[in-house]
């Protein structure tokens, strides 16, 4: 029933930008924190950045001052605007929903990914 539906990713040069959307359906209430995690190849998934309910953010010193992330709460949905993108940016980019400090019911949900290529 809950479901993680993005959108946004494709192939840029470097310096370029991306706008990725992440909208989140389901019958889960408020969701407490969303973000944006991403593997590149023979690596491990790593967060890039996140967004709690009340907009507290938090990134990656890699994309800290290229990145932006925000959330509309009204629609369940979280971006992130990706600017002056590096060839080490290249990776699957995944979508997270979650409250995981929640004793009853806990969630942790992931979207599918969708594919960021920077090159020449």
């Known amino acids: 029933q809950v479901e993680l539906v993005e959108s946004g990713g494709g192939s840029v040069q470097p310096g370029g930008s991306l706008r990725l959307s992440c909208a989140a359906s389901g019958s889960f209430g408020s969701i407490y924190q969303m973000g944006w995690y991403r593997q590149a190849p023979g690596k491990q998934r790593e967060l890039v950045a996140d967004i709690t309910r009340g907009g507290t953010t938090n990134y990656a010193s890699s994309v800290k001052g290229r990145f932006t992330i925000s959330r509309d709460n009204a629609k369940n949905t979280v971006y992130l605007q990706m600017n002056n993108l590096k060839p080490e940016d290249t990776a699957v980019y995944y979508c997270?929903?979650?409250?995981?400090?929640?004793?009853?019911?806990?969630?942790?949900?992931w979207g599918q990914g969708t594919q960021v290529t920077v090159s020449s």
């Open positions: 997270n929903v979650n409250n995981r400090a929640l004793v009853q019911r806990p969630y942790d949900f």
